[in-house]
């Protein structure tokens, strides 16, 4: 898959470069999330790193100003702004009775006049409370005893859309409502419903140590929770084609629950259920920072089938509904500003979070170099981004020319100038007839020219066409993973005659660093035993020439 390819990062030319890119060598567990081949001598996969994929953000002037767009956030901002010069508040910093219903009126929660509910002014206090949170009010008293808010210094920068002030801002919100929403999901029911009517949670048990101990494993249970599943909207969201980014929240839940490559089983169904409501009211206040898009659970499902005993009803397994049937369960999209927001937190908590376009700021040589050692690349992205704005011919024969050499990763560069002459389209043709007669690049050049419909190209020299087929064979070893079954694809399509004596008695003898790997490879994976065994005794010439 893009964006897991493994590499033999560090490699250096010569009968080593190629040994630990053998399928052999590739039995990893390939987990959601994938991990990088660090250690492939038996190394457990608990200590290797997990690989997130590149994601592409918009500007950050944009982010900024779908950040300014959040309701809630505009809330803060706006309150923060009415307490110019100063305003009065009580010993908490929350505001006084009195300015409450105005407060709503001005956030236009309520009718500017008449009277104002309360859930208005709940929704204000929240605001308020989440621009002291920010520092854009600060809490201070007058030489006369009396509790003041006033404007803080994030605030004018904040209005004005400058994007680093208000994404930093932002972010610090999201990380606030992400640590309640955790911590509202983890409250006992009883204690969630004290809190709600204005106590303490645990007063009437703070002499229970298990009580809090239970407490505190469910608040750690839901915050691993609530991570897993942002990490893999993330990931998907990163994987998804344009317009394909909703996810169905039992698909969600079928991530974290089910092991990839097998189907739920009853008990899994049930498992799948319980995180889908764990998860709802949790992904219900994350949509108000505006991290995502949520439709939540329709709370009339769990009147329509009640289980035996009061039992929840199943929420999944059930017979296939259609798109709005299966709405009703819940569906979640990660926006940019999301996407951006997990990605900080990703990168504080020390993974590597890259973007798309970030190894293309550099020449071809180093563009080329950057994507072949990247653990977590998508490398026709990085290509795409390079090439945009460049003259094809120029970009063409600069890529070219990167691409030469006899290094561990030269086999896969090459393939990577074939892609980008790919995405030139037949603009580049001089760059690829100007390399025609070059032992390294002509084979693929000519290849690439027949494929555009050139009748004009003379047929390689035997020389160069087993070069060739050993050097492309080469770098898809590097670029697959150990993907048997890819390989086994690729392994077909050799040009292998009714007598493979003779063919392979040609191959080991190519002059190429990958000779002895791939015809290894071939030996394991190749089908037809005749076929194998010939290749494993080249390869054993091979190995042995050097």
């Avoid at 944009?62 to 809330?75: D, H, I, Q, S, W």
């Avoid at 803080?152 to 930093?168: H, I, K, N, S, Y």
């Avoid at 020449?363 to 690349?377: I, T």
């Avoid at 697959?480 to 191959?507: C, H, K, Q």
Wanted: hydrophobic share 45%; with cysteine; net charge negative.
């Amino acid at each position: 898959m893009a964006g897991r390819r493994r590499k033999n990062a560090g490699a250096s030319p010569g009968e080593s470069a190629a040994e630990p890119v053998l399928p052999a060598n590739l039995e990893l567990q390939d987990l959601y999330g994938a991990f990088a081949a660090h250690g492939l001598d038996g190394e457990d996969l608990d200590d290797a790193a997990v690989l997130v994929p590149p994601v592409k953000l918009p500007a950050e002037e944009e982010l900024a100003a779908l950040a300014k767009a959040v309701p809630m956030f505009g809330y803060a901002l706006a309150l923060a702004r009415w307490a110019a010069p100063h305003r009065v508040v009580d010993e908490f910093g929350d505001l006084v009775e009195e300015d409450r219903a105005p407060a709503a009126q001005l956030l236009g929660l309520a009718p500017a006049e008449g009277e104002v509910p309360e859930e208005a002014e709940v929704e204000a206090m929240r605001a308020w409370s989440l621009a002291c949170d920010l520092d854009l009010v600060e809490i201070g008293t007058t030489a006369a005893g009396e509790h003041v808010a006033v404007p803080g210094p994030d605030l004018e920068p904040a209005e004005e859309g400058d994007p680093e002030t208000v994404l930093e801002l932002w972010l610090t919100a999201a990380g606030i409502v992400r640590e309640l929403a955790v911590e509202a999901d983890s409250l006992p029911e009883e204690e969630a419903a004290r809190a709600a009517e204005g106590g303490e949670a645990g007063e009437a048990g703070e002499e229970d140590e298990d009580a809090l101990s239970e407490v505190e494993e469910a608040r750690d249970a839901a915050a691993e929770l609530l991570d897993e599943a942002l990490q893999v909207l993330y990931e998907t969201t990163a994987f998804a084609d344009p317009g394909n980014e909703t996810v169905p929240l039992g698909v969600l839940a079928a991530l974290l629950v089910v092991p990839e490559g097998e189907e739920p089983s009853e008990e899994l169904l049930g498992d799948i259920t319980d995180v889908m409501v764990a998860l709802d009211p949790m992904l219900g206040d994350l949509a108000e920072l505006g991290l995502l898009e949520y439709r939540p659970i329709d709370p009339e499902l769990f009147d329509e089938e009640e289980g035996p005993e009061g039992e929840e009803p199943a929420l999944v397994g059930e017979a296939p509904l259609d798109e709005e049937e299966s709405a009703r369960f819940g569906l979640v999209r990660l926006t940019p500003l999301g996407q951006y927001g997990i990605r900080q937190w990703l990168l504080e908590d020390g993974y590597d979070a890259p973007l798309v376009g970030e190894l293309a700021q550099g020449d071809a040589a180093e563009l080329l170099r950057a994507v072949c050692e990247a653990a977590n690349v998508l490398p026709d992205e990085e290509l795409r981004v390079w090439i945009t704005g460049r003259e094809p011919v120029a970009a063409a024969r600069e890529l070219l020319a990167a691409a030469r050499g006899d290094d561990a990763y030269a086999p896969m560069r090459r393939m990577l100038g074939v892609s980008a002459l790919n995405m030139l389209g037949t603009a580049a043709e001089p760059a690829a007839r100007d390399v025609l007669d070059d032992p390294e690049l002509g084979g693929a050049a000519r290849a690439w020219l027949t494929s555009k419909g050139a009748t004009d190209v003379p047929v390689p020299e035997r020389t160069m066409a087993l070069w060739t087929v050993v050097d492309t064979f080469a770098a898809q070893l590097l670029d697959s993973g150990g993907d048997a079954e890819l390989l086994r694809e690729l392994i077909a399509d050799l040009p292998v005659t009714g007598n493979p004596a003779s063919y392979f008695g040609e191959l080991w003898r190519v002059d190429h660093p990958y000779t002895a790997d791939v015809l290894e490879a071939v030996g394991e994976l190749h089908l037809d035993r005749a076929v194998a065994k010939e290749a494993r005794k080249a390869a054993f010439k091979a190995r042995s020439k050097g």
